[in-house]
């Protein structure tokens, strides 16, 4: 079984902070990890996409998120906040199967 | 590419009527799709996988009479939610496969409010 937890339901961040957020997942097979953003009546645009090898990945619009086996973890950062960032941002958990299981999401506020 | 398409992006429908949403992979061959619904400020849950050519998979808890799924071809699959009620208005998205890459391709989703 597998599952996704995203700690923080809603986000703040001053324009040009650090962006972190938070997942955290279960998985009894290896995993593929995945970050979404959706912007308000818009489908999900992919970030980007961990399936194996590097555990540092790099995604578009400056974001990146690192693999950690030992603490199950996958958080998305991105150094400098813009205001377009501003979304709610997804983190998905998949296997061989191909059927992803989504967390929560988050709700990124970037303030001026 | 790898572009999916839905149509309508919105619908508005009288309770006990019938509506039926499309999704279409644009240049890509899609032998299995996913369909999600989201809840307002709510995540995605998926409702059912669909393969080309045999009977949708649904998820715990889905009726599959009332949400009907058909993956006629390798580029189109619909659902028909059947006598839309007010609680089926939520924000359908679908999602293929290409086979070729470990990752699924979202579409951009349908607006269904149930009156």
């Known amino acids: 079984a597998q599952s996704v937890t995203q700690l923080g339901s809603h986000v703040s961040v001053s324009e040009g902070a650090l962006v972190l957020l938070r997942c955290n997942y279960s998985?009894?097979?290896?995993?593929?990890l995945f970050w979404y953003v959706q912007y308000p009546n818009q489908g999900l645009q992919l970030l980007l996409k961990y399936t194996t090898g590097a555990t540092l990945v790099k995604g578009i619009n400056g974001f990146e998120a690192e693999f950690k086996k030992s603490e199950t973890s996958f958080h998305l950062t991105k150094p400098s906040a813009h205001m377009s960032d501003a979304a709610e941002y997804f983190c998905a958990v998949g296997s061989g199967t191909y059927k992803y299981i989504f967390g929560t999401g988050t709700r990124l506020k970037v303030l001026a | 590419g790898a572009v999916v398409s839905q149509h309508p992006s919105w619908v508005i429908c009288k309770s006990g009527t019938s509506v039926k949403i499309e999704c279409r992979s644009l240049d890509f061959q899609a032998t299995t799709m996913f369909w999600y619904r989201q809840f307002p400020k709510q995540s995605l849950m998926l409702m059912a996988t669909?393969?080309?050519?045999?009977?949708?998979?649904?998820e715990q808890g889905v009726e599959k009479d009332k949400f009907l799924i058909n993956h006629a071809s390798l580029t189109l699959s619909t659902l028909t939610v059947t006598s839309a009620h007010p609680e089926d208005s939520s924000f359908y998205i679908c999602s293929a496969l290409t086979g070729r890459v470990n990752e699924q391709f979202f579409g951009p989703g349908t607006r269904l409010t149930v009156l």
């Open positions: 669909s393969n080309e050519g045999s009977k949708a998979t649904y």
């Open positions: 998985s009894s097979v290896p995993p593929y």
